[in-house]
């Protein structure tokens, strides 16, 4: 059973910060995953925030330098640390397990239900 959830969300003012969690299970053990964080405003397109790809940090150019990924030594959680809120950053924040393109077929990315942000001015 795979399982992929979000925590630590809530509402925040402006320059603010906010501590996300994610931990995922489940799936094969020999799958390779990519761990990512998108987010959803109302009325917007998903959007790609963060993620940790083959161990590397990789940002969204309007949260650089105010969020931080990371991820435990297991793989299975990763944390989004998220610092200088602005009320642009309100948005539903989703955790993805990517599957890395060279692992096998049987390996599947798996998203989680999401976890609401809001920054107030």
């Not at 989703?94 to 809001?118: A, E, F, I, K």
């Amino acid at each position: 059973q795979v399982s992929v959830v979000e925590s630590g969300g809530g509402s925040v003012q402006e320059g603010g910060s906010l501590r996300l969690s994610c931990v995922a299970s489940g799936g094969y053990t020999f799958c390779i995953y990519d761990m990512k964080w998108f987010r959803q405003a109302p009325g917007k397109e998903r959007e790609f925030v963060a993620g940790i790809v083959d161990g590397s940090s990789t940002y969204a150019d309007s949260v650089k330098g105010r969020f931080t990924i990371s991820q435990n030594n297991t793989k299975n959680t990763v944390s989004l640390q998220m610092n200088s809120l602005k009320s642009e950053d309100t948005a539903t924040y989703y955790c993805l397990r990517d599957r890395r393109p060279t692992s096998s077929r049987h390996c599947t990315s798996n998203w989680g239900q999401g976890t609401q942000v809001t920054v107030s001015t």
